[in-house]
């Protein structure tokens, strides 16, 4: 199993910025994609940003030029600028774990944030 710890949500004016980040433990091993999907009230749960194994990075539309993602061994972290009141939502650290053909999720327990004034 993994585990996967997640820090940094709060609450920020609009403008604003926060770093989250993810700490991943556990029985980690093969290619680890490791993004950022959030989930604000009555709606589902969309992908942010995302880390895949080989370097590349993809972020949604609605974040592009405000949030980065960055990694650190075992530790992804977002990077959120200019936050908006939109940006408002629980944010969930996902990381896949791939070997050859098998790829296995895990989630985080999500983090907070409100951007708010």
């Known amino acids: 199993q993994v585990q996967l710890v997640e820090s940094g949500g709060g609450l920020v004016e609009p403008g604003g910025s926060l770093t989250l980040s993810c700490t991943a433990s556990?029985?980690?091993?093969?290619?680890?994609?490791m993004g950022w999907f959030r989930q604000a009230p009555g709606k589902q749960r969309d992908i942010v940003a995302r880390?895949?194994?080989?370097?590349r990075t993809e972020y949604s539309n609605s974040v592009r030029g405000r949030f980065s993602i960055g990694r650190d061994r075992n530790t992804v972290f977002l990077y959120m600028n200019n936050l908006e009141h939109e940006d408002t939502a629980v944010f969930y650290c996902?990381?896949?774990?791939?070997?050859?053909?098998?790829?296995?999720?895990?989630w985080g327990q999500g983090t907070q944030v409100t951007v708010s004034s």
């Open positions: 996902k990381l896949i774990q791939s070997s050859g053909r098998s790829a296995e999720p895990f």
């Open positions: 556990g029985n980690i091993s093969g290619n680890l994609t």
């Open positions: 880390l895949f194994y080989f370097g």
